[in-house]
């Protein structure tokens, strides 16, 4: 497993940005899965966004296409996911995950690691 720890969640008015980061350290990252996952309060957890570590190929959730970027830093070991244009419907936790190679990115069970989460809070 991989180790990993999320930062730059906050406060911010719809229609601003943030860009969390989810620092990774532990095994090698040639085959890993990067993902993006959030929890409202009373639902359950959803997919966000995905990379893969080498290639860089993303995938993202059609309620953030247009609005959201996941990128990575190979030299920093770091996964980002700038947000853009805000919704209070983006509030929640945000979850960073990795796992190895799968074509099914979109599910929890494709992730083996989290990280602890960073809330985000969109008022409007």
């Known amino acids: 497993q991989v180790q990993l720890a999320e930062s730059g969640g906050g406060l911010v008015q719809a229609g601003g940005s943030l860009k969390p980061s989810c620092a990774v350290s532990g095994r090698t990252f040639s085959y890993l899965t990067m993902g993006w996952f959030r929890q409202a309060p009373g639902k359950e957890r959803e997919f966000v966004a995905s990379i893969r570590w080498t290639s860089g190929v993303t995938e993202y959730a059609d309620s953030v296409k247009g609005r959201f970027t996941i990128s990575r830093d190979l030299a920093k070991n770091t996964v980002y996911l700038q947000m853009s244009s805000l919704k209070p419907e983006d509030t929640a936790i945000y979850y960073c995950?990795?796992?190895?190679?799968?074509?099914?990115?979109?599910?929890?069970?494709?992730?083996?690691?989290w990280g602890q989460g960073t809330q985000v809070t969109v008022s409007s």
């Open positions: 995950a990795a796992g190895p190679y799968s074509p099914r990115v979109t599910l929890t069970s494709s992730y083996d690691s």
